[in-house]
């Protein structure tokens, strides 16, 4: 990177030069491909930026939207940013500037300790355990740091680079009935733990233990209740049995194999999840997506959020009460699935998005396959909404539970439908048009109350919304090539390789060894099924990343539970969790 | 029984009771050995615990919906624990911080009890050799049945099914308290690509990729250009 662009970035006007006007030259701006501005301050005065920048700057940033670390011990090109051993980094959003904010501490491998954020913002909480889970950075003064992906018993932090990646590194796995015990006692709740007294002055307390397999809970999760009588006085909701380690498997797979990976994490959502993560790489690679791979993109992606949401639809009915609908769902599910099994060739995970492009053309008579549902849809859709919205039971089960503001959902880091039921028009699709996304009319739903029954009417009309888009995308796709010409596109496009002998080379290079992209950080964000899913890609200038950040929707959607579902009963509690509409591995990855 | 239709005249007798009790014999009786009926009614009522780890768990219920249907193979009686349960399908990637809960959950499910290891997670970690996976559920858990996939169609998690259903009707349980050795030992596994080898190499047309209207699912969408009610 040039002297002149970081000098540039430096005297920028903008919450760069309100940083500097106010800590000085303390700040250290870093210039990333993404736009975000980046800027590097002391350890010591991170909670006095953090406190500037949500409530005394204009126009403040009052979501914390992402915070994890880099092991920078290994990495070779960084001679733009301070030295450090282990980097936090801080990911805030501002919702009146529309804008995102990076703010990163530089900390040394002997003394990795950082003052806790908590006190400003609540959602730090997770993020900040998960960081001290997988790097061994320490928050001072965080109320209860402990591990939270990993189990309690577990020796090392998995994302620090000499932690073993491969499960085939480490010893062989065996059940011994020790073993066992041991792990059973380490996930025992123990109330006094968090915080929490057994007994209050006319009542006894009871804890009961909902998870990690429960019919209610979509997944491996589980929720720790403190209860009086029916009524939940807290709730401590327990992650990581879904811990597939999907940031790690970034660091050892090539830029190109990595994509399957990314099928897997929102596993309802399948290629939805290969979009930030191609696009982020592009941008690093330099690489300029034609516009008929843009368009069939956005059509599949919108497909997949219809079977998202579809999922979601038949779940929550029956996690309600409802028995019958999620058979309906699941039939129209079949339905598009069919699809996309005749575009793709796979069902939930088809992992067809490629760098530069997708996997292949359209195949003849997708388009009639695709207008077919587009008229069959709605009249379903016409259906449920007297089968399930108007149910007077479900209305009553689910009207004013678990409600909360835009500024509630803002400050726990909510995003996406969650956000959009309180009132709020954001949408990334709209507000930061990205991929193709501009030239699609569609709208924005919203509802005002933000519980549980505005949650599920808001994703109802997205569905209707996204039926829309796809529509636009049958009548206007454009023609061309459905892969970029460029000598990172992976693979190249085939008639090439079998006419000119660089491209062949370069084919066998980028399968053997993996596209090498340029050291260079990036991130990328889309609007995915479930709320804001980013990929933050560095590279160090191999045919691997150096370090891969998954922010994940329903990881802070899950951590605001008990916020939510204080003084509700149990049943709500259920409805509530189906509101939120989460899968774990969009959760622990 | 037989029926027909006569009409009635007088003082005519119509066949006498001897012939209708030996009618009523040959349809409405069935002459077994206790066990065979007791194996075939196993295969028959496995009771499946309503366990689920990760994506494969998607396509799992999707075999309990109305296109599968799953009721058709008589496993449809999906319990929420699992003392009410003799069939636990690992749909999923098993954790290890899941792990201990999976064999706790085992430990509870009702004897004699049957392990479906769905999804190539849990037959042998799959794509996740990662330190936070167990490479693959047979590590601490007896497989019946093996299904294939990432994930495998609702269509694998019921052939997965019948052939266990197989399995198990083959099985034949002492029926006394008087016990001659400990356990029932099950068939053999096969794989079932040895077996259809043969068989699938004798495909010459398969559909091309560049045309949707030969694949099987997609052919009954076009046709039907009516809203179906299914």
């Known amino acids: 990177m040039s002297e002149a662009t970081i000098h540039e970035a430096a005297e920028s006007p903008g919450v760069v030069g309100e940083l500097r006007a106010r800590f000085g030259d303390d700040c250290h701006v870093q210039v990333t491909l993404d736009a975000i501005p980046t800027v590097w301050v002391p350890r010591e005065r991170i909670k006095e930026v953090m406190g500037f920048l949500k409530t005394e700057i204009d126009q403040p940033y009052p979501m914390l939207y992402d915070l994890s670390g880099i092991d920078e011990r290994v990495r070779q090109h960084r001679d733009d940013q301070p030295s450090s051993d282990f980097t936090v980094f801080y990911h805030l959003l501002s919702i009146d500037r529309n804008e995102d904010l990076r703010i990163k501490v530089a900390l040394a491998e002997n003394d990795a300790r950082v003052a806790s954020i908590t006190s400003v913002f609540p959602a730090a909480n997770w993020y900040e355990r998960e960081a001290f889970d997988m790097f061994g950075v320490d928050f001072e003064g965080h109320p209860n740091l402990r591990r939270i992906l990993t189990p309690p018993n577990w020796k090392g932090h998995p994302l620090r680079k000499d932690h073993p990646a491969r499960a085939t590194e480490m010893d062989p796995f065996s059940m011994s009935e020790d073993f066992q015990d041991s792990q059973q006692e380490a996930l025992r709740f123990i109330p006094e733990e968090w915080g929490m007294s057994t007994k209050a002055k006319h009542t006894d307390f009871m804890f009961l233990n909902l998870g990690p397999n429960h019919p209610s809970v979509h997944g491996v999760f589980r929720i720790a209740l403190q209860l009086d009588g029916e009524i939940i006085v807290e709730a401590v909701p327990d992650i990581g049995y879904h811990h597939r380690a999907s940031e790690k498997m970034g660091e050892r797979q090539s830029w190109h194999t990595y994509i399957p990976y990314t099928d897997r994490i929102d596993y309802l959502g399948g290629v939805m999840n290969n979009m930030p993560y191609v696009m982020a790489v592009e941008k690093m690679a330099g690489i300029e997506v034609p516009d008929r791979a843009k368009v069939i993109r956005i059509m599949l992606a919108e497909l997949f959020r219809i079977s998202s949401h579809l999922v979601f639809y038949g779940t929550f009915a029956q996690d309600v009460g409802q028995m019958s609908p999620v058979f309906y769902m699941f039939v129209d599910r079949e339905r598009l699935l069919s699809i996309i099994e005749a575009i793709t060739g796979g069902r939930m995970h088809p992992s067809w998005f490629r760098i530069g492009g997708v996997t292949q053309d359209l195949p003849d008579g997708w388009d009639t396959m695709v207008r077919d549902f587009c008229d069959y849809m709605p009249k379903r859709l016409a259906q449920y909404d007297k089968m399930v919205l108007q149910n007077g039971i479900l209305k009553r089960r689910s009207v004013d539970i678990g409600a909360y503001n835009t500024a509630e959902a803002l400050e726990w880091g909510v995003t996406g439908p969650g956000l959009r039921a309180t009132g709020l028009e954001w949408d990334l699709r709209k507000i930061r048009p990205y991929g193709g996304y501009d030239q699609f009319e569609f709208d924005i739903p919203t509802a005002q109350n933000g519980d549980t029954y505005d949650r599920c009417v808001v994703r109802v009309e997205e569905i209707r919304q996204s039926l829309r888009i796809i529509r636009q995308c049958v009548d206007n796709m454009p023609a061309g090539p459905y892969k970029a010409h460029h000598r990172l596109t992976t693979p190249p496009p085939r008639e090439r390789t079998m006419q000119d002998i660089e491209t062949l080379i370069q084919h066998f290079l980028n399968v053997s060894w993996g596209p090498v992209i340029p050291p260079s950080e990036c991130s990328v964000t889309v609007e995915a099924t479930k709320g804001w899913n980013s990929y933050y890609e560095i590279s160090d200038g191999g045919t691997m990343p150096y370090r891969n950040r998954i922010r994940v929707p329903s990881f802070p959607h899950l951590q605001m539970i008990p916020f939510i579902s204080r003084g509700f009963m149990i049943a709500d509690l259920i409805a509530i969790i189906a509101s939120i509409d989460f899968v774990m591995a969009d959760v622990d990855r | ?230």
């Open chain 2, 1 to 230: 029984m037989r029926w027909r239709l006569v009409k009635v005249e007088p003082g005519e007798s119509m066949e006498g009771p001897d012939q209708v009790y030996d009618a009523q014999l040959s349809k409405g009786m069935l002459m077994a050995k206790l066990e065979d009926m007791i194996a075939w009614g196993r295969s028959k009522s496995l009771w499946p615990f309503n366990f689920g780890l990760s994506c494969c768990y998607v396509e799992m219920a999707t075999a309990f919906t109305s296109r599968h249907d799953i009721a058709r193979f008589g496993a449809e009686v999906i319990r929420a624990t699992p003392r009410q349960a003799d069939l636990i399908v690992i749909s999923g990637t098993v954790f290890r911080k899941m792990a201990p809960v999976v064999q706790l959950l085992y430990e509870q499910l009702l004897e004699p009890k049957c392990v479906i290891s769905m999804g190539s997670c849990a037959n042998s970690g799959g794509m996740f050799d990662v330190y936070s996976v167990v490479q693959g559920v047979d590590k601490f858990l007896p497989v019946d049945v093996y299904v294939p996939g990432c994930p495998p169609r609702p269509e694998a998690l019921l052939q997965g099914l019948i052939l266990l259903q197989e399995s198990v009707a083959q099985e034949r349980r002492p029926l006394s308290w008087v016990l001659d050795e400990e356990g029932t030992p099950r068939k053999l596994k096969t794989s079932q690509r040895d077996l259809r080898t043969p068989e699938r190499m004798k495909a010459t047309d398969l559909a091309g990729p560049s045309t949707v209207g030969d694949a099987p699912l997609s052919k009954d969408l076009l046709r039907a250009k009516s809203p179906r009610t299914d």
